[in-house]
């Protein structure tokens, strides 16, 4: 399966709309346990060309309110 150059319309993870989505080389640290704005962030191992990237799906609570029922979750 070729690797997706752009970012799809709905996360590839859980399938929901999301507000946002940013593209990281590198490490780095997600903290959502006080944000108003956003409750689930989605990762997506990607490529960019040769170089290998997360892309982080940022959804907000109400996105993720409506989300497929099939998905899995443990909250
Ligand atoms: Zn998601």
């Given at each position: 399966?070729?690797?997706?150059?752009?970012?799809?319309?709905?996360?590839?993870?859980?399938?929901?709309?999301?507000?946002?989505?940013s593209v990281h080389e590198s490490g780095l640290m997600v903290n959502l346990l006080d944000n108003?704005?956003?409750?689930?962030?989605?990762?997506?191992?990607?490529?960019?060309?040769?170089?290998?990237?997360?892309?982080?799906?940022?959804?907000?609570?109400?996105?993720a309110d409506t989300e497929s029922t099939d998905?899995?979750?443990?909250?």
């Open positions: 399966m070729a690797a997706r150059e752009e970012p799809p319309a709905r996360c590839p993870v859980c399938e929901t709309m999301y507000d946002s989505v108003e704005r956003y409750r689930r962030v989605c990762f997506e191992p990607a490529t960019r060309g040769a170089t290998p990237i997360i892309r982080f799906y940022h959804h907000t609570h109400e996105q998905d899995v979750r443990t909250e």
